[in-house]
């Protein structure tokens, strides 16, 4: 792979996201980022390089570096780095130490803003480099394991400057974690797998925004989808949607198809995997790799084959096997391209806005976890409606009058 390739699929995916392409015309005429160090650990994907388009565009001095080892596509960073001269610090399957020596490169540039996807350099920032902390003005977070991240360390007293959490904003969760994870973590699995979904009986575990887009999608291609959740409220609005639920530990025997989509450690251990059917196959979507204990599979396992690209076959003691896609990590990325460029047009939209109203903002805010402000969340979805070429109603002076009052009833 090229940086030619990469070039290319940078442009094409620039091509689905209006919004952005609108804002990078903002960002030159009036440049809110001008000699603003951006330290960004993101997915190096076409998309990802649009955003850096953006910020660059923007006068931001930006450096970029992976938030997973294995979801850097090496020609977008190639391209990042020749066609746009991004510092990019990010190469396919690195190992965790050269995992954090990138995060550490990329913190070197001394930045005034952080940009995260599951808090990975604020966590770095608030334990190994202290010494950061006087430049930082603020930071913005892209996914739920992040947020979450971010809020324990708020509660603990220790977070030290304020963070926008992009993930909360309507017009990111209810689209990206939503469909965006919904349609691509089937294409990595496919990817991967190329089976066939119709008639399979496929396991989602966590009915949140991710589990529901990946849960409606296994149901599109025909598989028969039992979900597993530990919130009373979401695995009712489960069965309503039409699906079984039941513990995992009960699913487990009737699965083919595993799909972790939790945010949580220790989903599937050694009590579910020594249940499954031979042949089953295992995939997680959430953040981290840590919903599968693979250290139980291995245990379990006498022998370990890839079997072809990201699909790893385990030979159980028990005589069967099971297949792991993407050693665990979250398989979208990994096995396939990420979210489609369409969708992280919100995302990365909210994104660039939360870093312009933090500029904005500098010294004003407290270090906490903000929600992007209302007015940012609702421009990108006007912005993406008129991209979409849609127009809609708006409300009457008395229609308006008559939602905000209370004096007639009945
Ligand atoms: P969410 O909070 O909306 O949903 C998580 C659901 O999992 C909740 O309903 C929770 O009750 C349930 N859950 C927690 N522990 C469980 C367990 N042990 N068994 C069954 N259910 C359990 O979170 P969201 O937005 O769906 O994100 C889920 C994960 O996916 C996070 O790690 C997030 O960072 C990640 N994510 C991944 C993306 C990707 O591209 N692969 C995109 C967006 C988010």
């Known amino acids: 792979m090229s940086r030619e390739s990469g070039r290319k699929k940078i442009i094409w ?8 392409t609108l804002l990078a015309e903002r960002f030159k005429t009036n440049p809110p980022l001008v000699g603003v160090r951006v330290a960004a650990c993101l997915h190096v994907t076409a998309e990802t390089a649009n955003l850096a388009r953006v910020l660059k ?78 430049n930082i003005w603020g930071g913005t977070e892209e996914t739920t394991t992040g947020v979450v991240r971010l809020r324990a360390l708020a509660k603990s007293g220790k977070l030290k400057y304020p963070i926008v959490a992009v993930n909360d904003a309507l017009s990111k969760h209810l689209f990206d974690n939503q469909y965006g994870t919904g349609q691509s973590t089937i294409d990595g699995i496919l990817r991967a797998t190329n089976i066939l979904l119709a008639g399979k009986v496929a396991v ?23 979900i597993s959740e530990v919130n009373a ?122 870093l312009e109203y933090l500029v904005k903002h500098q010294g004003l805010l407290k270090p906490a976890v903000y929600p992007v402000p209302a007015e940012i969340d609702k421009e990108i979805a006007q912005l993406k409606l008129k991209a979409l070429g849609v127009s809609i109603d708006t409300l009457t002076p008395k229609q308006a009058k008559y939602l905000s009052s209370w004096q007639t009833g009945t």
Request: charged letters at 25%; aromatic letters at 6%; a positive charge.
């Open 204 to 226: 989602v575990a966590g009915y949140g925004w991710c589990g529901r887009g990946v849960a409606l999608r296994l149901k599109g291609m025909g598989c028969r989808v039992i």
């Open 233 to 354: 409220t979401k695995a009712l609005e489960a069965i309503m949607d039409g699906y079984q639920v039941m513990p995992l530990i009960k699913a487990a025997s009737l699965g083919e198809l595993f799909i972790t989509c939790t945010g949580d450690i220790d989903v599937i251990t050694s009590d579910h995997l020594k249940l499954m059917p031979d042949g089953a196959i295992l995939a997680n979507a959430g953040h981290f790799d840590v919903e599968i204990n693979i250290k139980d599979l291995d245990k379990l396992s006498s022998q370990k084959t890839l079997v072809r690209h990201e699909l790893t076959e385990y030979k159980l003691k028990n005589g069967k096997a099971l297949y792991l896609v993407a050693e665990g990590r979250l398989v979208n990325l990994s096995a396939a391209e990420g979210h489609p460029a369409a969708v992280m047009d919100l995302s990365f939209a909210n994104q660039a806005l939360s």
């Open 57 to 134: 565009s923007g006068g931001a001095d930006l450096s970029l570096c992976a938030s997973n080892p294995l979801s850097t596509q090496d020609d977008i960073a190639q391209s990042l780095r020749s066609d746009y001269k991004i510092k990019v610090y990010a190469k396919r399957g690195v190992n965790s130490k050269e995992y954090y020596k990138n995060i550490a490169e990329c913190l070197a540039s001394k930045p005034n803003l952080t940009v995260d996807d599951g808090a990975d350099l604020v966590t770095q920032v608030h334990s190994k480099n202290k010494r950061l902390l006087k």
């Open 13 to 20: 995916a620039a091509r689905q996201m209006p919004v952005l």
